[in-house]
């Protein structure tokens, strides 16, 4: 499914929706893809077994267990833009050096940053089911942000606005090249 609606950018892109858990990157992420006629992966879901019972279990990922799930997600992008399809990936991609993994210089790739601070996101945690990541983590999330630099060109958008709201002003900036 690539292409765009005229709202949206005008050649496919990859977009990876980035913030700490709870910040709505699935969500986001998701209505993103559907809005713009794109490809959805939930980066969770390339996280090897282990990773994801490390996590479970309370216990921070190290930098030794994301290298393996980043060489997944970059390999995801990768085929979207081999195909010419645009794509977007909920990746919480904390760290500039996993963005440089992810990002590097692939061109058609953008960051999208969901910004936002503690207590709105530690309330969102402890209201959704089903998800393996604890609230008791977020601090380490917190901990290991490097929020993106301007020379990471990203679109940076609050979460305080529903998700359908942030999704328009992540294609709104889009539109006009932000």
């Known amino acids: 499914m690539s292409g765009a609606p005229a ?5 496919p892109l990859v977009l990876v929706v ?19 006629g794109y ?3 939930e980066g ?5 077994p282990a990773n994801v019972e490390k996590m479970r279990n309370g216990h921070p990922l190290t930098d030794a267990d994301r290298w393996p799930w980043l060489a997944q997600v970059a390999e995801r992008i990768d085929a979207w833009r081999a195909a010419g399809q645009g794509g977007v990936v909920a990746c919480s991609a904390l760290k500039r050096a996993y963005r440089a993994v992810i990002i590097g210089d692939r061109s058609g790739v953008r960051l999208v940053y969901l910004k936002g601070d503690d207590p709105l996101i530690r309330q969102r945690m402890k209201e959704r089911r089903g998800h393996f990541m604890p609230v008791g983590l977020l601090t380490s999330q917190f901990a290991d942000l490097e929020p993106p630099g301007p020379g990471e060109r990203p679109i940076t958008v609050g979460i305080e606005a529903s998700p359908d709201d942030t999704v328009s002003e992540i294609i709104r900036q889009l539109a006009v090249g932000a």
């Open 39 to 41: 490809a959805f992966c």
């Open 7 to 11: 709202s949206g950018p005008q050649t």
């Open 44 to 48: 969770d879901d390339l996280h090897p």
């Open 18 to 36: 980035m913030g700490v858990s709870g910040s709505g990157k699935t969500t986001v992420g998701r209505r993103l893809a559907e809005r713009l």
